[in-house]
């Protein structure tokens, strides 16, 4: 990410998974494994939302593949294949990374810890992606490996061409300078208490050597433009609302002109009204500047923020959110949702939670292939024979 203060984090690609449709009816809501996603924002008649989304995202596509060098150099920004994750807890309970150079992981007897099972993931230049999970799903382990503070025990992680398993420590601290920005949830974390809003955003291009002067101050005042906090460039962190100082961080992580911006929960200690201004300034970002922004949260309620959600479970990616446009029946542009399973490179998917429960699934299902589709019927044992 680029190097800023007091950010922490300094010391052929695969196919994408194909995503198959799920039982959720277009313009319905969608409920996946992290609950029900509520529709897009704001919303028209039929739950459909206004085409406002879908306009920022042309523009994002369109200044990601003048950033690429062409829109056929947009696919694959991020890459996740077969990832995993295992921690091996030591004697005092703490949890220490194993990878496939070291399996053995942590010395002596201990627990191990999936964080990931095999996840796979493609994001394109220029997508606003969240993902979404309920705490232990690993959706921040997934957000700390592509940040470059966590390395994986196996499998693929590309971002933006770089390899992530075989970075050396000084890659490492260069790729999270300059080829990935960062925002925490907790905002303590994400600015200098004692500088300014303005000053926030000019340090990373300093330390950087980018820019400094006035073309550091200049940039900076259009990037707190774009943030939508402008109006704070004068005042230090205790003098800002919670709101503010989270976009003045979008600020600061884009001070250096990343590839890729990521955001652990930034709406997390934020009311819904002031979360909402947060992903407005997520959007601008993405759509004016052409980054690829990935979103963490626990909150389902985002997917009407964005044009994709992707859930996490149990490890694996298990359902996606997708946001598509069509005309409707007075010749105007809306956006509808269609809830998809994603199907895994072996043929895996999960269920959605809310469907296992409801038809009380266990151990096992029955299948039938149809010629466009394939029926899934609860195995119970009393149930044999009453199904073709």
């Not at 959110?321 to 043929?347: P, W």
Request: hydrophobic share 40%; net charge neutral; glycine share 10%.
């Amino acid at each position: 990410m680029p190097a800023s203060l007091p950010n922490p984090l300094d010391g052929p690609a695969p196919q994408a998974s194909p995503a198959v449709p799920g039982p959720a009816a277009e313009s319905a809501p969608a409920v996946g494994p992290a609950g029900p996603a509520a529709p897009a924002s704001p919303a028209g008649p039929n739950g459909l939302a206004s085409p406002e989304l879908a306009e920022l995202e042309r523009r994002a596509a369109e200044r990601a593949a003048a950033r690429a060098g062409g829109d056929d150099l947009r696919a694959g920004h991020i890459v996740c294949a077969g990832l995993v994750r295992i921690y091996k807890s030591d004697g005092a309970g703490r949890l220490r990374g194993r990878r496939a150079d070291n399996p053995g992981g942590a010395s002596g007897a201990g627990i191990e810890v999936v964080a990931l099972q095999g996840l796979d993931l493609v994001v394109d230049r220029g997508e606003l992606l969240a993902v979404v999970g309920a705490s232990g799903s690993g959706k921040s382990t997934l957000l700390n490996i592509l940040a470059g503070l966590d390395v994986p025990t196996a499998g693929v992680a590309r971002v933006a061409g770089h390899d992530l398993l075989r970075l050396s420590a000084k890659q490492r601290l260069r790729y999270r300078r300059t080829v990935v920005g960062f925002v925490w949830q907790q905002t303590s974390r994400n600015l200098l208490p004692y500088l300014t809003a303005r000053e926030n955003v000019e340090l990373p291009m300093r330390l950087a050597r980018r820019l400094s002067g006035q073309r550091a101050r200049a940039r900076a005042g259009e990037l707190l433009e774009l943030a939508g906090v402008a109006h704070c460039a004068r005042r230090r962190p205790e003098q800002m609302s919670g709101g503010e100082q989270q976009r003045v961080a979008l600020a600061v992580a884009v001070a250096n002109d990343p590839e890729v911006l990521f955001a652990d929960e930034p709406t997390g200690e934020l009311d819904e009204a002031t979360g909402a201004e947060v992903f407005a300034a997520l959007r601008t970002l993405n759509a004016e500047l052409g980054l690829t922004i990935m979103v963490v949260t626990h909150d389902p309620a985002v997917s009407g923020q964005v044009r994709r959600t992707v859930s996490i479970r149990d490890g694996r990616t298990s359902s996606e959110v997708r946001r598509t446009t069509r005309i409707g029946a007075d010749g105007r542009e809306e956006l509808v949702s269609q809830e998809y399973a994603v199907l895994d490179r072996v043929g895996r998917l999960q269920l959605p939670a809310a469907f296992v429960e409801r038809l009380q699934m266990r151990d096992r299902v029955r299948l039938a292939l149809e010629p466009d589709h394939v029926q899934v019927w609860p195995g119970h044992d009393d149930e044999a024979g009453s199904r073709p």
